[in-house]
């Protein structure tokens, strides 16, 4: 959709205030804040703590140089997958899907990218793991199950998401967990499976502010669009899946 067409769109769904809003949001966006070096903006975000609650826990939002976290949902994603890595231990077994969490602390736990080279990486695709089955206490995913056979060079599939949570699946314990998480609104196939209840343990945060989220339920949620009003992710899911689910 070109940005006239998109503008159109959007003030007969929200009027005129809001297309004035939505352009100077992006103005500043493209040609101030974006022009700002992380390393200069990123103190400013960081000192001041703020916090939001998801499925009964409280966290504080997470802001990093590399990829500008304060504007995008990685500001919530990274607080809650890396609280169950250090919540599971090292003593147990992990297992990232997509790395992610490398590029803001240091992990020791085991990485599967299909693209990404290095020394704790596993270079398989996630829909056909190969040699770890039932060998994972915890398996983690940062917005990475909704690239899967949509994007990234790779042919759409749309049943593809669905044979990776299998694979996936397969490579933990009896006891293990499988934590992943997704931006609403960019993936239709993955939205499908929300939406169709397949997972059932989900979480779901929304942006209702720059640096502000808010636990939501799924209706809520699946209205949100990818990308408005908010750069990125305007909502979140956050899905468990245990060894014998699905």
Known sequence: MNLLRRIIVKFKKDGFAAVCKSVLYWSWK???????????????????????????????????????????????EVPIIYDAVQYTGLEKKILEIGNVLSHYVHVKHSILDLYEKGEMVINQDAAEIIGFDNQFDLIVSISTMEHIGWDC????????????????????????????????????????????????????????????????????????????????????????????EL
């Open 153 to 244: 060079g790779e042919k759409v599939e749309k049943d593809k998401v669905r044979r990776a949570v299998e694979s996936i699946r397969k490579c933990l314990t009896d006891s293990g967990v499988f934590i992943f998480t997704v931006p609403i609104g960019y993936n239709p196939y993955v939205d499908a499976l929300i939406r169709d209840n397949i997972f059932t343990d989900v979480n779901f945060l929304r942006r209702v502010g720059k640096k502000k989220w808010k636990e939501v339920d799924k209706k809520e949620a699946l209205t949100c669009a990818y990308g408005s009003e908010f750069f990125a992710a305007n909502a979140v899911a956050i899905v468990t899946i245990t060894k014998r």
């Open 30 to 76: 493209i040609y101030i804040s974006d022009k700002i070096p992380a390393y200069v903006s990123w103190p400013v975000h960081v000192l001041r703590k703020h916090r939001f609650e998801c499925g009964g826990r409280l966290y504080t939002l997470f802001f990093h140089p590399y990829n500008k976290t304060w504007t995008n949902e990685r500001m919530v």
